[in-house]
């Protein structure tokens, strides 16, 4: 949009000092991002190559508040539960974590109110292990979450869709299945559903 409206008045404005401020300024954001999105892009591959190991999932979870901008908010309260304190599984360490960041950074993002939380829960399935990452924010209509994992798609004033794309790709990859569900001013809860090992 921003290319867009530099080049439908450049002809009649560019004389004007201002104007080609805003212009080299509105092409340079623009180089930005797509460079950004470039990058992302190329770091999802078709075929994710996951290096699998044991992941104990209590101090996976500290690891992840540590990295997580979300935590460092004053305003915004994370609840951690993990119902199983022991509970392993196998998984790509680097990878889940960059799912954890995403999600946990879509829900700080989604609350606007002075103060909010966000409740992270580990649940132990029968067979799968389900991380949980609700929020009170905002929330999503029924037309947002149709598009919600599609890329170049995104619920953000400013963003390429990207992150929600990237999350689904790799708990794919994992042989594991991502929901959403969510309502406009009531929030949005994201779960993670990952199959276990018979061993965990």
């Known amino acids: 949009q921003n290319l867009s409206f530099v080049v439908q008045n450049a002809s009649e404005y560019f004389d004007d000092p201002d104007f080609r401020d805003d212009a080299i300024s509105a092409v340079s954001d623009t180089v930005k991002r797509m460079t950004d999105l470039i990058a992302k892009l190329s770091s999802v591959p078709e075929k994710l190559e996951l290096r699998l190991t044991e992941i104990a999932m209590s101090a996976f979870l500290d690891d992840v508040l540590k990295k997580s901008k979300a935590s460092k908010l004053n305003h ?40 909010g939380e966000i409740s992270v829960r580990v649940l132990r399935g029968d067979d799968v292990a389900r991380i949980i990452v609700a929020d009170a924010g905002m929330g999503m209509t029924a037309e947002q979450l149709k598009s919600l994992f599609t890329p170049f798609r995104t619920t953000k004033k400013k963003g390429l869709g990207i992150g929600l794309y990237q999350s689904k790709t790799i708990v794919d990859a994992h042989g594991g299945k991502m929901f959403v569900e969510s309502e406009v001013g009531r929030g949005t809860e994201f779960r993670i559903e990952l199959p276990l090992s018979p061993s965990a």
């Open 76 to 115: 915004i309260r994370i609840l951690v539960e993990l119902a199983d304190p022991v509970l392993t599984i196998r998984a790509d360490y680097q990878h889940l974590q960059s799912v954890m960041l995403n999600l946990l950074s879509n829900a700080a993002e989604a609350i606007t109110a002075d103060h």
